[in-house]
């Protein structure tokens, strides 16, 4: 007699919003063990005290909330400049440079012409000029994809190595003080092309600019004519072309969407967050929003939530390494641990694992 395996997997039809989200917090809760299992053995603390230094390091206190608020609203950014790219099936993984010509752009808008426009002028030209560099950017590998049917992944990739270096060549010029290679802080005794406060918040501004940009980009996806031909290139190009689709029109307008946000990012960066620009201004978050806009199905009010979450166990796991005297290293590992079990939850949202129901043999 062939035994049967014990379990059995199936792919799922479809799955409810709320046990999706019960198997994201399923994954976080053991992300939250093993992390504090991982302390525990290095350190031998309390895991109690861990998880409180995790809602410390993200929410301990009012600056410390609203530094969590302000990276996630970056994060947040980027990951919906790359929703409709990856919609669509194309792999954009250059945000990085994206971003770094955007805030580029900015910058030197802040150090050349600050002093020559008003100060709503300036950051409404910073912030067309940065979308406009990073719609460059990304429309360059795309042009290439679809005359020629080049790999986007490795040309984005590509892309962002060439960004840092024209910021590294731009920082030769900018360097503040002379001989730092840094560029310092721009405008520090004027602001000028600082984003202003709003409402007495210094990051009002940038909450106002990403939430319209998802609720924009929630309406362009599921409810225009465009999004409509995004999701069915992403589907299939020959079906695309069947219904009359230009497939390269489409690519490259989408493309230059995502890059024209990923280069509203970096003037979100420099104009209302660092005020600074280096080849580190990205900080790697174009490579994690991939995983927040990939997690949430595309769906920029659900990125809200993954890309708060991200940024909450990234404070909570450097709050970890510094209070129980580990190295910077350590939170690394730490957020690597909780990407590992949000992104294994996917496997669980996408098939199902039933236990097998043994027929009794007829006799």
């Not at 660092?274 to 995983?291: D, E, L, P, V, Y």
Request: hydrophobic share 50%; charged share 15%.
């Amino acid at each position: 007699m062939n035994k049967e395996p014990f379990f059995r997997m199936s792919k799922r039809d479809s799955i409810s919003i709320g046990k999706t989200v019960l198997i994201y917090v399923i994954a976080l809760f053991l992300a939250l063990i093993t992390c504090a299992g991982v302390i525990y053995a290095l350190v031998q603390m309390n895991p109690i005290d861990v998880y409180k230094a995790i809602f410390d390091g993200a929410l301990g206190s009012k600056r410390r909330i609203w530094i969590t608020i302000r990276d996630t609203l970056v994060l947040l950014c980027i990951a919906i400049g790359l929703a409709p790219a990856f919609k669509m099936r194309f792999w954009n993984i250059g945000a990085e440079g994206q971003i770094l010509i955007g805030g580029a752009i900015s910058a030197a808008m802040m150090i050349n012409i600050a002093d020559k426009l008003p100060a709503a002028a300036l950051l409404i030209l910073m912030f067309v000029g940065s979308a406009l560099g990073g719609m460059v950017w990304g429309l360059i590998p795309t042009f290439f994809k679809a005359k020629w049917k080049t790999n986007e992944t490795l040309f984005t990739l590509m892309l962002n190595y060439v960004a840092m270096q024209v910021v590294t060549y731009c920082i030769i010029f900018w360097e503040n003080p002379k001989g730092s290679n840094t560029v310092g802080v721009i405008n520090q005794q004027t602001r000028a092309g600082w984003l202003p406060e709003l409402f007495g918040n210094t990051y009002g501004w940038n909450l106002v600019l990403v939430l319209l940009l998802a609720v924009l980009m929630f309406i362009y996806l599921k409810y225009s004519k465009q999004g409509y031909e995004v999701a069915v290139v992403g589907e299939s190009e020959r079906t695309a072309r069947y219904a009359g689709i230009s497939v390269k029109k489409v690519m490259l307008r989408t493309m230059g969407i995502s890059g024209a946000i990923c280069g509203i990012a970096g003037f979100i960066i420099v104009s209302g967050s660092s005020h600074t620009i280096s080849t580190a201004t990205a900080g790697g978050r174009g490579f994690t929003a991939i995983i927040v806009a990939w997690m949430s199905r595309f769906n920029t009010f659900v990125m809200i939530a993954v890309a708060f979450g991200i940024i909450f166990m990234e404070k909570g796991a450097i709050q970890i390494a510094s209070q129980f005297g580990l190295n910077e290293n350590a939170s690394d590992v730490l957020l690597g641990i909780i990407l590992f079990f949000l992104i294994g939850a996917e496997f669980f949202i996408k098939y199902k694992v039933e236990r097998n129901h043994r027929k009794e043999e007829s006799r």
